[in-house]
């Protein structure tokens, strides 16, 4: 029997290049892939995400790729209508496949009405935006009044540039190399003022790291994946939960 043929190397690309995730696309659901800390990632997002108001509410999933956060929408959260955007086809051919209405578009100019969202998530989305202001604008059109956004992403520090950027891309579990651009991450203070011009009012949740114990088994190939646990610290990897203002007016 032949032998498969060898894999090629994917092209060393621009750092924060999106089309990194088209050279990838296999990789989105495999539990021990280069994407495997999306899929522990996204399991924390979902604690966050509110039940539906009513069945068939739409939640918007912005920078989806392969619909991973479907897996989330279960139990309690089994009411949502999935939404995804993405710039990646052959990430959103995926998500169709998990359960999710999937739009190729640019998060910077969605093709949605306003306030048409009862939750949007905007998941390790912020630290890869070149004009956060205009997403945070977009967020704020699309997201009803009194509506919700569930968000992760990078902070701003030296701790995250050094360990979750430079060394965690070589360590299994990491990011891809070249994924991010320790120049584009955010603070929370950055994006609560961004989002706030925006009518929404973020409030911090806190920080998440990975299990040592479950990735010591993740790594000995004796679990799939790896609890991402709460803590204090927003150095790192942290999350927030921002609210529209009732009366979809600009907060002041």
Same mark, same amino acid.
């Given at each position: 029997? #032949?032998? #498969?043929?060898?894999?090629?190397?994917?092209?060393?690309?621009?750092?924060?290049?999106?089309?990194?995730?088209?050279?990838?696309?296999?990789?989105?659901?495999?539990?021990?892939?280069?994407?495997?800390?999306?899929?522990?990632?996204?399991?924390?997002?979902?604690?966050?995400?509110?039940?539906?108001?009513?069945?068939?509410?739409?939640?918007?999933?912005?920078?989806?790729?392969?619909?991973?956060?479907?897996?989330?929408?279960?139990?309690?959260?089994?009411?949502?209508?999935?939404?995804?955007?993405?710039?990646?086809?052959?990430?959103?051919?995926?998500?169709?496949?998990?359960?999710?209405?999937?739009?190729?578009?640019?998060?910077?100019?969605?093709?949605?009405?306003?306030?048409?969202?009862?939750?949007?998530?905007?998941?390790?989305?912020?630290?890869?935006?070149?004009?956060?202001?205009?997403?945070?604008?977009?967020?704020?059109?699309?997201?009803?009044?009194?509506?919700?956004?569930?968000?992760?992403?990078?902070?701003?520090?030296?701790?995250?540039?050094?360990?979750?950027?430079?060394?965690?891309?070589?360590?299994?579990?990491?990011?891809?190399?070249?994924?991010?651009?320790?120049?584009?991450?955010?603070?929370?203070?950055?994006?609560?003022?961004?989002?706030?011009?925006?009518?929404?009012?973020?409030?911090?949740?806190?920080?998440?790291?990975?299990?040592?114990?479950?990735?010591?088994?993740?790594?000995?190939?004796?679990?799939?994946?790896?609890?991402?646990?709460?803590?204090?610290?927003?150095?790192?990897?942290?999350?927030?939960?921002?609210?529209?203002?009732?009366?979809?007016?600009?907060?002041?």
């Amino acid at each position: 029997m #032949p032998r #498969p043929a060898p894999r090629r190397p994917a092209p060393r690309r621009p750092r924060n290049d999106p089309a990194q995730y088209d050279d990838l696309a296999d990789e989105w659901w495999g539990t021990h892939g280069q994407f495997a800390a999306l899929r522990w990632l996204a399991q924390a997002r979902g604690r966050l995400i509110p039940a539906p108001p009513h069945a068939g509410a739409p939640l918007l999933d912005l920078a989806c790729g392969a619909g991973l956060l479907s897996v989330a929408l279960s139990g309690r959260l089994a009411g949502w209508r999935h939404v995804g955007v993405d710039l990646s086809a052959p990430a959103l051919r995926q998500a169709v496949g998990h359960g999710v209405a999937a739009v190729r578009a640019d998060v910077h100019h969605l093709p949605f009405p306003g306030a048409r969202f009862s939750c949007v998530v905007a998941g390790e989305l912020f630290e890869h935006l070149d004009d956060l202001d205009g997403v945070c604008a977009e967020i704020g059109r699309v997201l009803a009044p009194g509506g919700t956004v569930v968000i992760d992403t990078l902070a701003d520090t030296l701790f995250c540039r050094l360990a979750l950027v430079r060394i965690a891309e070589h360590l299994p579990g990491g990011p891809p190399p070249r994924l991010h651009d320790p120049k584009l991450l955010v603070s929370p203070d950055r994006l609560a003022d961004a989002l706030g011009r925006a009518g929404i009012e973020m409030t911090v949740v806190g920080g998440l790291r990975p299990s040592i114990v479950d990735y010591v088994r993740w790594l000995a190939r004796h679990a799939d994946t790896v609890r991402m646990l709460p803590t204090g610290s927003t150095a790192g990897v942290y999350q927030a939960v921002g609210v529209r203002s009732a009366t979809g007016k600009d907060c002041p």
